[in-house]
């Protein structure tokens, strides 16, 4: 009987607890922590990442921390997926559908930083892939470079009005305009360096002469540049590795004609595009309309500024270098198109601004140099950059050769100062800010097989919010622009 009695009595305990107690408290005792609270506050946004070396790209939706689908370019019959760079269009529901272009690299590219690999004749790479989420998964629409001839391997970065896209590669030193829709090429333009000393060690700094060729397209109407054809040396110089050529470090068939082409990035008014070349620390501006290039900024703080190209004929221009003072990398306009970016790289490591507001490029100025006592030597390298929407502040990463942790340099984009350093990873690669200008989403780990992940950053505070887990190894990432105000916080302005 007391038993009975007890069992009552405990039961009608707990029933009055369930119904006294408030519902936030129940998930306080009994569930804890929700994730998707967590989620919610990084908004609603679709980050898409190509896996370097994984051979594929995944759409996470970062307001729920799933990924929404993925593609293997294995399954199309890719045997040296080495998913490289990215850029997407803008979509108004990018969760009812987007489109986005990704290439690949190819050749000796799978042996970048001696990866372990059993392969010994590696296919030749270099596609170009335009891909279309339809809502629930993704599907392999064109390969461009098999549509157009026209295999390129670095940036992707896509025009303010969003009907063409660049692509530049800094194998071939070819940069190619292309139509989206339907696929061909608006024009291809060559870069060459004709060096005075003709050996490695000083062929740039011994002085030289830039050539710059708009390309003709075959009688078909295609380039015959797929897989490697047309590529000077045998792999991409590596972050940080510009002066890999002059310490015999590459190898390739015309090293000593390398400017290392990166990316043409766009200026918001989709004017001017300027084409970023690595080795001899410039970039040319092109007019959009036309294709010819108007002028060649240095970034190299002794000579920095905007100088006149000779043009030869109807198709070809030269400008000489008598001694190249340092390489660069990365490229970018504020979104408000105020200002330029180019990143000093290795030789002098530095940031240099300039002032982009005068509608003639051959006056945009130097306006000032952005860096920090121990940013000395080829590292920390000022790499890749994000603006906020606002355009006043600019995050950057700064890359060590893996597994030495990179961080992120927040600067201040008004007075041009860095605010602060923060600590991410190894291998950092590409970040970009979300359209409210909340975050900063980024990735780590693309060339090395180190510690993977997507981490966030919290851009009121400047302090890393957290990660998300990804095994894939990511040297690029974007997140989907919802519009063409987004887009110039996307891989459009910027590298």
Known sequence: ????????????????????????????????????????????????????????????????????????????????????????????????????????QGGKNLYIYGLPTKVKNPAEGFHIYKIRYDGVKMNLVEDVAETTGLGLGVHVTVAPDADKYAIGDGQKDILGIYQREPSKVIQAISFDWIPNIKTNKEAWTGGGKLVIRKMKAGPDGRYDLEGTKGAKIDWELVPGGEL??????????????VCALDALVWHPNGKYGV???????????FDTTTWNPVSIILSPNKVAGSYKLKQVDKDTWEYTIDHVLSPA?????????????????????NIMVFDSTNPDPLKWTKKTMVTQPHWRGAYPNTFHMGFTPDAKKVYVTLWWPSPTPNGVAVV??????????????????????????????????????????LYIIDVETDTLKGFLPSGQGHHDCVIIPRNKQELLISRCPTT
């Open 275 to 285: 084409a970023s070349l690595r080795t001899i620390g410039a970039g040319v501006v």
């Open 1 to 104: 009987m007391m038993k009975k009695w007890r069992k009552t009595i405990l039961l009608m305990t707990l029933l009055l607890l369930a119904t006294a107690l408030p519902l936030t408290s129940h998930a306080g005792i009994f569930s804890g922590p929700n994730f998707d609270d967590v989620y919610k506050t990084l908004g609603k946004y679709i980050f898409l990442t190509p896996g370097k070396f994984a051979g594929t790209v995944a759409a996470h939706d970062m307001s729920t921390g799933k990924t929404l689908a993925w593609i293997s370019l294995v399954n199309y019959g890719d045997t040296n997926p080495i998913i490289h760079h990215i850029a997407a269009f803008p979509s108004e529901d990018p969760y009812k559908g987007f489109e986005y272009i990704v290439n690949s």
């Open 244 to 257: 890999y050529i002059e310490d015999g470090k590459v190898s390739g068939p015309r090293q000593q004609n």
């Open 412 to 453: 201040d984009a008004v007075n041009w100062k860095v605010i602060k350093e923060i600590e991410v990873g190894p291998d950092a690669h590409t970040l970009g800010v979300t359209g409210d200008g909340k975050h900063v989403f980024g990735v780590i780990s693309g060339y090395q097989k180190t510690t993977s992940g």
């Open 329 to 349: 990398h990365q490229a970018g306009f504020s979104p408000d198109g105020k200002h330029f970016l180019l990143m000093n790289g290795v030789r002098e490591n």
